[in-house]
Nanobody
Framework: QVQLVESGGGLVQAGGSLRLSCLAS????????MGWYRQAPGKQRELVAA???????NYADSVKGRFTISRDNAKNTVYLQMNSLKPEDTAVYYC???????????WGQGTQVTVSS
């Protein structure tokens, strides 16, 4: 089964930038759907951005124009570039991918992003 490891979270001031990375075990060439979700304290987990193998992307309205999702199949990595960060972006960010064999979604352990005002 695919395994995912996120990195790149941290503390940043409002208006700043961070880039999250998600390293997938095995070849990403077989993984069609990948994405980033986030969960803030007391809130439900929500989709932030998603990307398909052909490069088609979609974003939550709250991050459009500020966040960019991309994937590098040669490095087995999907990225989330986050610019113009706001305090409301504070959350644990999770990488997810649909395993090509089981067709189930697998999740990383999460990485904390904290944006101070």
């Amino acid at each position: 089964q695919v395994q995912l490891v996120e990195s790149g979270g941290g503390l940043v001031q409002a208006g700043g930038s961070l880039r999250l990375s998600c390293l997938a075990s095995g070849s990403m060439l077989r993984i069609n759907d990948m994405g980033w979700y986030r969960q803030a304290p007391g809130k439900q987990r929500e989709l932030v951005a998603a990307i398909r193998s052909g490069g088609i992307t979609n974003y939550a309205d709250s991050v459009k124009g500020r966040f960019t999702i991309s994937r590098d199949n040669a490095k087995n990595t999907v990225y989330l570039q986050m610019n113009s960060l706001k305090p409301e972006d504070t959350a644990v960010y999770y990488c997810t991918a649909r395993d090509p064999i089981s067709i189930s979604w697998v999740w990383g352990q999460g990485t904390q992003v904290t944006v101070s005002s």
